[in-house]
């Protein structure tokens, strides 16, 4: 079993829609989490981290279960320019070992 | 305002040359990492340091060997290439102290032939 699994979509949406995406970690011990963005052929870039409590950034809201262990990454009023791969990153022991999910590809179309 | 630069960006060996990535960084960060990707992956983590004059192996090391002489400079050399290290490879620091962000270069594509 991936230590970090996500659907790879992809995920097609129309302008404006409300899309969310799931990522599980396998390890217990895992203590910090984020979502970056990776556009084609481009490098990754941080979206946002991932707080126990949740937390929101514009348009995206981000949720921790640790019970489950899963994060969650909800897009509200999807634009196009949304459209990319979300990779979701869990550390364990400090930032030794950041290990990234495979990714979730997005489509907005118009 | 460079952040982390990545050499070469592109480059085609053949089986069994060898040559080696460099990574530099200007923001003093004390942790490096070298991923790949390849489609359907994700970024998969070769080795890592801690700081300089440190290197640990990561999830796929084998085949790889890195250095971290000077602390914003983490090299990443292939001995003798095969076609299965095809792949874009990133480079990213990060400040531990206070964490959060991690940057990256822009990639450096390799094709082995």
């Known amino acids: 079993r991936k230590e970090v699994e996500q659907d790879p979509g992809p995920f097609n949406v129309p302008e404006g829609a409300t899309v969310a995406f799931n990522c599980t970690y396998s390890?217990?011990?895992?203590?910090?989490f984020f979502w970056y963005r990776q556009d084609c052929r481009k490098e990754p870039k941080l979206l946002m981290s991932?707080?126990?409590s949740g937390n929101e950034d514009g348009r995206f809201t981000a949720q921790l279960n640790r019970a489950s262990q899963y994060i969650s990454l909800l897009i509200r009023d999807s634009k196009l320019s949304d459209s990319a791969t979300y990779l979701c990153?869990?550390?364990?022991?400090?930032?030794?070992?950041?290990?990234f999910g495979a990714g979730t590809r997005l489509a907005v179309h118009p | 305002n460079a952040g982390v630069t990545q050499t070469p960006k592109f480059r085609v060996l053949k089986t069994g040359q060898s040559m080696t990535l460099l990574c530099a960084q200007d923001?003093?960060?004390?942790?490096m990492y070298w991923y790949r990707q390849d489609p359907g992956m994700g970024l998969r983590l070769i080795h890592y340091?801690?700081?300089?004059?440190?290197?640990a192996k990561g999830e796929v090391p084998d085949g790889y060997n890195v250095s971290r002489l000077k602390k914003q400079n983490f090299l990443l050399g292939l001995e003798s290439a095969a076609p299965s290290q095809t792949s874009v490879y990133f480079c990213?620091?990060?400040?531990?102290?206070?964490?959060?962000?991690?940057?990256f270069g822009e990639g450096s594509r390799l094709t082995v032939l």
């Open positions: 990153v869990v550390t364990t022991g400090g930032y030794n070992k950041l290990i």
């Open positions: 390890n217990s011990a895992s203590q910090s």
């Open positions: 991932v707080y126990s």
């Open positions: 923001m003093n960060h004390e942790y």
């Open positions: 340091s801690v700081g300089e004059g440190t290197t």
């Open positions: 990213a620091s990060i400040m531990v102290a206070g964490a959060g962000e991690l940057f």
